[in-house]
T-cell receptor
């Protein structure tokens, strides 16, 4: 079945530094990837939709200059949290959809970001 | 725009008892519906989905959900739960032709007690 690999699974960084999270589709080409953020005991909030070869579409209220998304290939999308602050600490999860419309998207295992 | 409401934030239940996790959605167009399960500090796993056809869908581990268009519901049920079913369950909706964008409910914490 379709597999999405997310790396790293957890990261601790100092306030003011940047962190990059990778989302890879291992056995299929993902034209569209989604980035979600999840606060403790809350649901997933869609941050942005990433389409291969074009600019990401951000949801209202998400700072695109802070959360940089790059989807340069059909198997890799990256989310960079720039100048991270403690309030950016969260669980970030990506999902991917294949060109055939693999409904019931495959999710990565998530990245726990802690900014200290 | 679509929305999803999970009516119960927590559902405690004893082992081997039946359980129902409720989900209602709102959309002006046809939708696809999903249930996902999340274990602590893990990503989401697809439990089951409704795309079209039979309104009753089942998972391999005994869960089932029924799409009710008139009541705009997609409740998740299991006749007999196990301790290992303790997890967070998310109902999600995606509009047909909506570009794969999925909206999640707030989640329901299922806690199975011995």
């Amino acid at each position: 079945g379709a597999v999405v690999s997310q790396h790293p699974s957890w990261v601790i960084c100092k306030s003011g530094t940047s962190v990059k999270i990778e989302c890879r589709s291992l056995d299929f080409q993902a034209t569209t990837m989604f980035w979600y953020r999840q606060f403790p005991k809350q649901s997933l909030m869609l941050m942005a939709t990433s389409n291969e070869g074009s600019k990401a579409t951000y949801e209202q209220g998400v700072e695109k200059d802070k959360f940089l998304i790059n989807h340069a290939s059909l198997t890799l999308s990256t989310l960079t949290v720039t100048s991270a602050h403690p309030e950016d600490s969260s669980f970030y999860i990506c999902s991917a959809s294949s060109p055939t419309g693999n409904y019931g998207y495959t999710f990565g295992s998530g990245t726990r970001l802690t900014v200290v | 725009a679509q929305s999803v409401t999970q009516l119960d934030s927590q559902v405690p239940v004893f082992e081997e008892a039946p359980v129902e996790l409720r989900c209602n959605y709102s959309s002006s167009v046809s939708v696809y519906l999903f249930w996902y399960v999340q274990y602590p500090n893990q990503g989401l796993q697809l439990l089951l989905k409704y795309l079209s056809g039979s309104t009753l869908v089942e998972s391999i581990n005994g869960f089932e959900a029924e799409f009710n268009k008139s009541q705009t519901s997609f409740h998740l049920r299991k006749p007999s739960v196990h301790i290992s079913d303790t997890a967070e369950y998310f109902c999600a909706v995606s509009e047909v032709g909506g570009g794969f964008k999925t909206i999640f409910g707030a989640g329901t914490r299922l806690f199975v007690k011995a």
